[in-house]
C-alpha cells in the first residue's frame, strides 16, 4: 500500500462550524505533514508530526488543530474558520531521513 | 532560508517536441531537490529528485532533470512531451528539520500545456 488516503475529498462549512480532516497511511512512515494550497499557487506548510510529536507549527492559527492519534493518522480538526482558510488541504508522509514525500489527493474546502 | 524560483508562469510546447521546465536553487550546503507534479484538484505526484551522484537524473513517465552546481538549477526535460503531460509542474527544496521529519518548500509552480 503506497497511498496516502484523504477524507472527506470535499468539504463545505459554515464559519460557526467544527469539523475534521482525516489522513491515513500504511506505509510505516513516522513523519507527516499538513499543507495548505490555493488554486494555482505552491503549497505551504502548516503542521509536521514526527514519531507522533508535533514537530513544526508554521505559525498557523489556533483554528486549526492538528492531532496524531497514533503512527498512520493524522487529523485537522477546524473551528471557526475565515471564508479565506477555503483551499485544498494536502496531507503528506515519509519515510524521514532522505525519503520523499507521498500526498493524498487533498481535502477542498469551502468556508461560507 | 532554502529557497527555489521557477521563473516561468507557463510553458506552451508541440506534442512531440522536446520541453524544458526550468527552476533554480539558493541553499546553503548540499541541495536536495524534488520535482512534483499536479493534475487538477489532485495531490501532488512524485517525479524525481537529486540528493547525490549523477547530475542527470531520472524520473517518472519519461521525465529527467539536470543538476547543474556552478548555474545553481535543475531543470526538468522530456525528450518528447504528450498532451498528457499538460498539468502544473513544482520544484522543491528540502530541509531535513532537526525535530525530525522534512520541509519541502515549493517553487510558485510552472503550467506546461502541451498542445497537438
Known amino acids: 500500500d503506497t497511498e496516502v488516503t484523504q477524507t472527506p475529498k470535499h468539504l463545505v462549512m459554515g464559519m460557526t462550524n467544527k469539523k475534521s480532516l482525516k489522513c491515513e497511511q500504511h506505509?510505516?512512515?513516522?513523519?507527516m505533514y499538513w499543507y495548505k494550497q490555493k488554486a494555482k499557487k505552491p503549497p505551504e506548510l502548516m503542521f509536521v508530526?514526527?514519531?507522533?510529536?508535533?514537530?513544526i507549527n508554521e505559525s498557523v492559527p489556533s483554528r486549526f488543530s492538528p492531532e496524531c492519534p497514533n503512527s498512520s493518522l493524522l487529523n485537522l480538526h477546524l473551528h471557526a474558520l475565515q471564508p479565506e482558510d477555503s483551499a485544498l488541504y494536502l496531507c503528506?508522509?515519509?519515510?524521514?531521513?532522505?525519503?520523499?514525500?507521498?500526498f493524498g489527493s487533498g481535502t477542498q474546502l469551502s468556508v461560507l | 532560508a532554502q529557497s527555489v524560483a521557477q521563473p516561468e508562469d507557463q510553458v506552451n510546447v508541440a506534442e512531440g517536441n522536446p520541453l524544458t521546465v526550468k527552476c533554480t536553487y539558493s541553499?546553503?550546503?548540499?541541495?536536495?531537490l524534488f520535482w512534483y507534479v499536479q493534475y487538477p484538484n489532485r495531490g501532488l505526484q512524485f517525479l524525481l529528485k537529486?540528493?547525490?551522484?549523477?547530475?542527470l537524473v531520472k524520473g517518472s513517465y519519461g521525465f529527467e532533470a539536470e543538476f547543474n552546481k556552478s548555474q545553481t538549477s535543475f531543470h526538468l526535460k522530456k525528450p518528447s512531451a504528450l498532451v498528457s503531460d499538460s498539468a502544473l509542474y513544482f520544484c522543491?527544496?528540502?530541509?531535513?528539520?532537526?525535530?525530525?521529519?522534512?520541509?519541502?518548500?515549493f517553487g510558485t509552480g510552472t503550467q506546461l500545456k502541451v498542445e497537438l
Open positions: 503528506a508522509s515519509s519515510p524521514g531521513g532522505l525519503g520523499k514525500l507521498f
Open positions: 506505509m510505516g512512515h513516522r513523519a
Open positions: 508530526y514526527s514519531y507522533e510529536k508535533l514537530s
Open positions: 541553499v546553503s550546503g548540499n541541495p536536495y
Open positions: 537529486y540528493i547525490t551522484g549523477d547530475n
Open positions: 522543491a527544496v528540502r530541509e531535513i528539520l532537526t525535530g525530525g521529519g522534512n520541509k519541502l518548500t
